[in-house]
């Protein structure tokens, strides 16, 4: 049932009754400007927008208000004293005036000084409009707002100019910001001021900016565009504009089967082949929550029946990626680069301000939602910020007044009880991520493919991505090492040994394969299975710039990951390494690491070759145990590295060292057919190690690892898990073409079976469990045919068609 859009603390528009039209092929409804009570209308939008901006509940007598004031209004008269408007500028570090201008790399940075003035202008317009920032309502400082806006005008921002640099710059994030500070300092501009930046943003965001849904004007853009308009009809009471930035959201509505969006099975894709959930993702779901909210109760309210998928997406698209307040660094694409900007007041950007912008996102959207949805998220939010001790989300200093004004009204709300994100196993095979969550641990692997890139750089940010696709391997535990890639792990972590992977130390120059995604490997089989509550994975892998091939497979449990390679290969003459972990320990840790009961020494640096390793254990983190007794490779040490090392656009040149444990697998510099395999028990004591190892073959019956097959067999859990590379048999299941399969055996008598093809080249399969089935209590339509007795027997058809979606059957076995 369509959503109606309520405004719950929004300010209420009034106005007559409007004929009302449908949008064609929209599905979208939208007015024509009313004639009697439009100014109203107008004036209501402007009003409800000014809310959006500025929160409710804010007391600047209580914390974290009153440190957040106060230094917005330190910055705000820091910006005013330092405005010195000239032919180039508004401020000196902030030079627009390029000598060659045109549409190349190196133009970028002079744009970026348009959208980074008028940041400024509303900062100080913002400090202006909010209670207790010590400049509240100060004269002067309006005066230097307009005084700021109408020089930006004059000098570089009117419909005159010719575009050059960033096309961003020109139509999103310079324009949105300069509507946000006027329609703040509305009451102290002309009709002609309003009438002149709403000229230059026409000249920028034309209507044609909206006429297509394709190129820039896709997903987490088009609803940055759409805010541009709708901003800018309210500001130049248009309703025209209103009218087109109501009808051009509908097409971010619908899931989509390829390119940038969302999609049917949790992924966020924005650049067409880059995992955004947490980036792209999160403007995304914090521009619909604004521009609903805006919208709500007006002649151009948006009531499409296509809106639920959004408020969908909160709980299969975001929810599964947040942790304790962070959102994971594995679908945050380039992002993950920008950390420290210098002379930047605000701090550093990291999964942990992603993750509580996108909690206060889903906060304000919970109120355009239904009661049950929305009781539901404020209990998820108010969980997640409970249990994020590393930076509490209800005082980050890094976001907005309100969006901090949204996260305090949820922790104060008793009648909201905290709730606990439930277990969870998710492949999600659109953009080659999963994620498996236990309360005490949660882990993801971030894999790359023909569809997905190994990575995304651009704009100089993320220029040492290079390995985050090859199968890197993050976790947490529940109550610890919620920091763990927080703080300086990017500018300070060895690129070439992100933990999980299997990597080629062979140098890459900074941006290897190309910007916004280019490169990908030509690979089909990545993806896997999984029920709800066990997983496998698998990565067919092809390294960057690499001779490198392997194969990888992943297989979750309740209390252990199990790790497994093979067909590991390379003629390039560089080493090619598992990297088991690269533990994370902060700038001081020492934390102790053991290895068959013998703890090492703590000093850094220090390393050691370690033959027949059964065991490792770090402590305050958890065990690694190595059935097959490997040599192991170990490393103590301290990196130095800057942020401006891994983004050359932004990045602070300021060094930090940091710590880290590192254990990894020395394949050779020529392997041919190279195996291993590992197990990782996230939060387990040395002693729960030591047993584990000893009980292993016990825990694990049976295993493969070869370029046929990968499979475990762990009976106590019920679960045989295999992916096959090939037609062939692992135990009791046969599978005649490439598959990924898990089988959980349940207490009840009954057994899942979960199948994918994560090539989406498999149309016609057959999938033979070597065991006694009674009955078939349910299958999904790809299985053309079920025969059960002495054997199950599952013909899938149409299979490729499933986009590497699990296709789940519940059979009977007593």
């Given at each position: 049932?369509?959503h109606?859009l309520?405004?719950?603390?929004?300010?209420?528009?009034?106005?007559a009754?409007?004929?009302?039209?449908?949008?064609?092929?929209?599905?979208?409804?939208?007015?024509?400007?009313?004639?009697?009570?439009?100014?109203?209308?107008?004036?209501q939008?402007?009003?409800t927008?000014?809310?959006?901006?500025?929160?409710?509940g804010?007391?600047?007598?209580?914390?974290?208000?009153t440190t957040k004031?106060?230094?917005m209004?330190?910055?705000?008269?820091?910006?005013?004293?330092?405005?010195?408007?000239?032919g180039?500028?508004?401020?000196?570090?902030?030079d627009?005036?390029?000598?060659e201008?045109?549409?190349d790399?190196e133009?970028y940075?002079?744009?970026?000084?348009?959208?980074?003035?008028?940041q400024?202008?509303?900062?100080?317009?913002?400090?202006?409009?909010?209670?207790?920032?010590?400049?509240t309502?100060?004269?002067?400082l309006?005066s230097?707002?307009v005084?700021?806006?109408?020089?930006?005008?004059?000098?570089?921002?009117?419909?005159?100019?010719?575009?050059?640099g960033?096309?961003?710059?020109?139509?999103?994030?310079?324009?949105q910001?300069?509507?946000?500070?006027a329609?703040?300092?509305?009451d102290?501009?002309?009709?002609?001021?309003?009438?002149?930046?709403?000229?230059?943003?026409?000249a920028?965001?034309?209507?044609?900016?909206?006429?297509s849904?394709?190129?820039?004007?896709?997903?987490?853009?088009?609803?940055?565009?759409?805010?541009?308009?709708?901003v800018?009809?309210?500001?130049?009471e248009?309703?025209a504009?209103?009218a087109?930035?109501?009808?051009?959201?509908?097409?971010?509505?619908?899931?989509?089967?390829?390119g940038?969006?969302?999609?049917a099975?949790?992924?966020v894709i924005?650049?067409?082949?880059v995992?955004?959930?947490?980036?792209?993702?999160?403007?995304?779901l914090?521009?619909i929550?604004?521009?609903?909210s805006?919208l709500s109760?007006t002649?151009?309210?948006?009531?499409?029946?296509?809106?639920q998928?959004i408020?969908?997406?909160?709980?299969?698209?975001?929810?599964?990626?947040?942790?304790?307040?962070l959102?994971?660094?594995?679908?945050?694409g380039?992002?993950?680069?920008?950390?420290?900007v210098?002379?930047?007041?605000?701090?550093?950007?990291?999964?942990?301000?992603?993750?509580?912008?996108?909690?206060a996102s889903?906060?304000?959207?919970?109120?355009a939602a239904?009661?049950?949805e929305?009781?539901?998220?404020?209990s998820?939010v108010?969980g997640?910020?409970?249990?994020?001790?590393?930076?509490?989300?209800?005082?980050d200093?890094?976001?907005?007044?309100?969006k901090?004004?949204?996260l305090?009204?949820?922790?104060?709300?008793?009648?909201?009880?905290?709730?606990?994100?439930?277990?969870?196993s998710?492949?999600?095979?659109a953009?080659d991520?999963?994620?498996?969550?236990?309360?005490?641990?949660?882990?993801?692997v971030?894999?790359?493919?023909r569809?997905?890139?190994?990575y995304?750089?651009g704009?100089?940010?993320?220029?040492?991505?290079?390995?985050?696709?090859?199968?890197?391997?993050?976790?947490w535990?529940?109550?610890?090492?919620n920091?763990?890639?927080?703080?300086?792990?990017?500018?300070t972590?060895?690129?070439?040994?992100?933990?999980?992977?299997?990597?080629?130390?062979k140098?890459?120059?900074?941006g290897e394969?190309?910007?916004?995604?280019?490169?990908r490997?030509?690979?089909?089989?990545?993806g896997?299975?999984?029920d709800?509550?066990?997983?496998?994975?698998?990565q067919?892998?092809?390294?960057l710039?690499?001779t490198?091939e392997?194969?990888?497979?992943?297989?979750?449990?309740?209390d252990?990951?199990v790790c497994l390679?093979?067909?590991?290969?390379?003629?390039d003459d560089?080493?090619?390494?598992?990297?088991?972990?690269?533990?994370h320990?902060?700038?001081?840790g020492?934390?102790?690491l053991?290895?068959?009961?013998?703890?090492?020494?703590?000093?850094?640096?220090?390393?050691?070759t370690l033959?027949?390793?059964?065991?490792?254990?770090?402590?305050?983190?958890?065990?690694?145990?190595?059935p097959?007794?490997?040599?192991?490779?170990?490393?103590?040490?301290?990196?130095?590295?800057t942020?401006?090392?891994?983004?050359?656009?932004?990045?602070?040149?300021?060094?930090?060292t940091?710590?880290?444990?590192?254990?990894?697998?020395?394949?050779?510099?020529?392997?041919?057919?190279?195996?291993?395999?590992?197990a990782?028990?996230?939060?387990?004591?040395?002693?729960?190690?030591?047993r584990?190892?000893?009980?292993?073959d016990?825990?694990?019956t049976?295993?493969?690892?070869?370029?046929?097959?990968?499979?475990?067999?762990?009976?106590?859990?019920?679960?045989?898990?295999?992916?096959?590379?090939?037609?062939?048999?692992f135990?009791r299941?046969?599978?005649?073409?490439?598959?990924?399969?898990?089988?959980?055996?349940?207490?009840?008598?009954?057994a899942?079976?979960a199948?994918s093809?994560?090539?989406?080249?498999?149309?016609e399969?057959?999938?033979?469990?070597?065991?006694?089935?009674?009955?078939?209590?349910?299958?999904p339509?790809?299985?053309?045919e079920?025969?059960t007795?002495?054997a199950?027997?599952?013909?899938?058809?149409?299979?490729?068609?499933?986009n590497?979606?699990?296709?789940?059957?519940v059979?009977?076995?007593?």
């Amino acid at each position: 049932m369509p959503h109606r859009l309520a405004r719950r603390y929004f300010l209420q528009a009034s106005g007559a009754a409007a004929t009302v039209l449908t949008l064609t092929g929209t599905g979208v409804t939208a007015a024509p400007a009313l004639a009697d009570g439009a100014t109203d209308e107008f004036a209501q939008l402007r009003a409800t927008w000014r809310t959006i901006l500025l929160g409710t509940g804010v007391n600047p007598a209580r914390q974290p208000f009153t440190t957040k004031l106060a230094d917005m209004g330190r910055t705000a008269s820091d910006y005013a004293d330092r405005m010195t408007p000239v032919g180039g500028s508004l401020w000196p570090d902030a030079d627009w005036a390029d000598p060659e201008p045109d549409l190349d790399t190196e133009s970028y940075r002079y744009s970026a000084a348009i959208q980074t003035s008028f940041q400024r202008l509303y900062a100080m317009a913002e400090a202006w409009s909010q209670p207790g920032t010590g400049v509240t309502g100060d004269d002067g400082l309006a005066s230097k707002v307009v005084a700021g806006l109408d020089h930006m005008y004059a000098r570089i921002y009117n419909e005159k100019q010719v575009r050059y640099g960033n096309w961003y710059n020109w139509q999103i994030g310079g324009p949105q910001a300069l509507l946000d500070a006027a329609v703040l300092m509305y009451d102290k501009l002309t009709a002609e001021q309003v009438a002149n930046y709403c000229k230059a943003v026409d000249a920028f965001v034309p209507d044609s900016a909206v006429a297509s849904y394709s190129g820039t004007s896709t997903g987490a853009n088009r609803i940055d565009l759409c805010r541009v308009l709708a901003v800018r009809g309210a500001l130049g009471e248009s309703a025209a504009k209103l009218a087109l930035a109501s009808q051009a959201i509908a097409p971010v509505f619908p899931y989509v089967t390829s390119g940038d969006g969302l999609y049917a099975d949790g992924s966020v894709i924005q650049h067409t082949y880059v995992p955004y959930t947490g980036s792209y993702g999160a403007v995304l779901l914090d521009g619909i929550s604004r521009l609903l909210s805006l919208l709500s109760g007006t002649t151009w309210e948006v009531s499409s029946p296509g809106a639920q998928v959004i408020f969908d997406a909160v709980e299969d698209s975001y929810a599964p990626f947040l942790h304790n307040g962070l959102c994971m660094d594995g679908v945050s694409g380039r992002a993950i680069a920008r950390g420290l900007v210098p002379g930047s007041p605000a701090g550093q950007n990291d999964d942990q301000l992603r993750g509580h912008a996108i909690m206060a996102s889903i906060v304000a959207l919970g109120q355009a939602a239904s009661a049950a949805e929305n009781s539901r998220w404020r209990s998820l939010v108010k969980g997640w910020i409970q249990r994020g001790h590393y930076r509490p989300a209800t005082s980050d200093m890094q976001l907005s007044v309100a969006k901090l004004a949204l996260l305090n009204n949820v922790l104060d709300d008793s009648s909201v009880p905290a709730a606990r994100h439930p277990d969870q196993s998710k492949v999600f095979p659109a953009m080659d991520r999963a994620v498996h969550r236990r309360a005490d641990w949660v882990a993801s692997v971030s894999m790359a493919s023909r569809r997905i890139t190994h990575y995304e750089n651009g704009n100089g940010e993320n220029l040492h991505g290079w390995n985050t696709g090859s199968g890197m391997l993050y976790w947490w535990g529940g109550d610890f090492a919620n920091d763990q890639y927080s703080d300086r792990f990017w500018p300070t972590v060895d690129p070439y040994r992100l933990p999980g992977t299997t990597a080629s130390a062979k140098k890459l120059a900074d941006g290897e394969g190309g910007i916004w995604g280019a490169a990908r490997p030509d690979v089909d089989f990545v993806g896997g299975a999984s029920d709800g509550t066990y997983m496998v994975l698998g990565q067919q892998l092809d390294g960057l710039s690499s001779t490198l091939e392997a194969r990888k497979s992943w297989f979750f449990l309740d209390d252990a990951v199990v790790c497994l390679g093979s067909d590991i290969t390379a003629t390039d003459d560089a080493s090619i390494e598992t990297i088991v972990e690269n533990r994370h320990l902060g700038v001081n840790g020492t934390n102790t690491l053991i290895v068959d009961g013998k703890p090492l020494p703590r000093s850094f640096p220090w390393s050691a070759t370690l033959p027949g390793a059964r065991w490792a254990h770090i402590a305050g983190h958890g065990g690694y145990v190595f059935p097959d007794r490997p040599t192991l490779k170990t490393l103590r040490e301290e990196r130095t590295g800057t942020w401006h090392d891994i983004n050359s656009a932004t990045g602070s040149t300021s060094p930090f060292t940091s710590r880290y444990v590192t254990l990894w697998l020395d394949h050779g510099t020529a392997p041919s057919g190279d195996a291993y395999v590992y197990a990782l028990l996230p939060g387990a004591s040395a002693a729960r190690t030591a047993r584990f190892s000893a009980s292993f073959d016990r825990w694990l019956t049976a295993m493969a690892s070869s370029a046929q097959v990968h499979g475990v067999c762990v009976p106590s859990a019920g679960f045989t898990g295999a992916n096959f590379w090939a037609a062939g048999r692992f135990e009791r299941i046969s599978a005649s073409a490439p598959v990924s399969v898990m089988i959980r055996e349940r207490r009840d008598g009954t057994a899942v079976i979960a199948v994918s093809d994560p090539t989406r080249q498999q149309n016609e399969v057959t999938l033979t469990w070597h065991r006694r089935v009674r009955s078939v209590v349910s299958r999904p339509s790809s299985v053309a045919e079920a025969i059960t007795g002495p054997a199950l027997t599952l013909r899938f058809s149409g299979l490729a068609a499933t986009n590497g979606l699990t296709q789940q059957t519940v059979v009977r076995t007593t």
